[in-house]
């Protein structure tokens, strides 16, 4: 059964460093996502992304947040300074199709924690 | 702001029976719903979906609820099994934005073999 994959399961980092997250969607799917969770508490929404682009993003989702799809099957999610409460789980999902469009069941990786000293 | 740390509701069930989770949620302009289910230290795994024009979904095993007029969701699952325990969470949209998605703190599921 196809999955997402992401890279790594957990990254340490120091406050103000920059990381990049990775993900490994599914491969025929054409949207991409990423959502994080505190601790905790509830899992929210980031970003969207579709056709080399962002289509929606979140109030989280600041300057200091960017995505890329640098080739055909890596999407990622870069914080360029980190800041302590950065410190989260980070979902990478995919689907074929967008929910406005129809049923979009989305597939989620098993997420990076990122720990923010 | 929100608290650190949330308590879950937690339901606990004998293996076989039924199970009914349930979600209430806040924006009458959702139109679009879905149930995922996150075992300890994996992602959210989707479950089940429904769209707001209608009541009642079955899947596998599962059904979902639908109640517009009080704002509630609810996900039946049928013969409760043990690799049903987990965290069980509904999820919002208004179609057309994930900008809207606003997920649910969701319901910890303990199954008693």
């Known amino acids: 059964e196809p999955e997402v994959t992401q890279t790594p399961s957990h990254q340490v980092t120091q406050m103000g460093q920059e990381v990049i997250l990775r993900c490994v969607p599914i491969s025929n799917h054409l949207y991409f996502y990423w959502y994080r969770q505190i601790l905790g508490q509830k899992v929210e929404f980031l970003v969207s992304f579709y056709n080399n682009e962002i289509s929606e993003k979140s109030e989280i989702f600041d300057d200091q947040f960017s995505v890329e799809r640098p080739d055909g099957s890596n999407f990622t999610l870069k914080i360029r300074s980190t800041k302590l409460e950065d410190s989260a789980m980070y979902f990478c999902?995919?689907?074929?199709?967008?929910?406005?469009?129809?049923?979009?069941?989305?597939?989620f990786g098993p997420g990076t924690r990122l720990t923010v000293l | 702001g929100e608290s650190v740390g949330l308590h879950l509701p937690t339901l606990s069930v004998q293996e076989g029976d039924n199970s009914i989770i349930n979600c209430a949620y806040s924006n009458s302009a959702s139109d679009y719903f879905i149930w995922y289910k996150q075992e300890s230290g994996k992602g959210p795994q989707f479950i089940i979906d429904i769209r707001s024009n209608m009541d009642k979904r079955q899947g596998q095993r599962v059904t979902v609820l639908l109640n517009k007029t009080v704002k509630h969701l609810s996900l039946q699952i049928a013969a409760t099994q043990p690799g049903d325990s987990a965290v069980y969470f509904c999820?919002?949209?208004?179609?057309?934005?994930?900008?809207?998605?606003?997920f649910g703190i969701g319901t910890k599921l303990q199954v008693i073999p």
């Open positions: 999902a995919s689907s074929a199709v967008g929910a406005s469009v129809g049923t979009d069941t989305q597939y």
């Open positions: 999820a919002e949209i208004i179609s057309g934005g994930y900008q809207k998605v606003t």
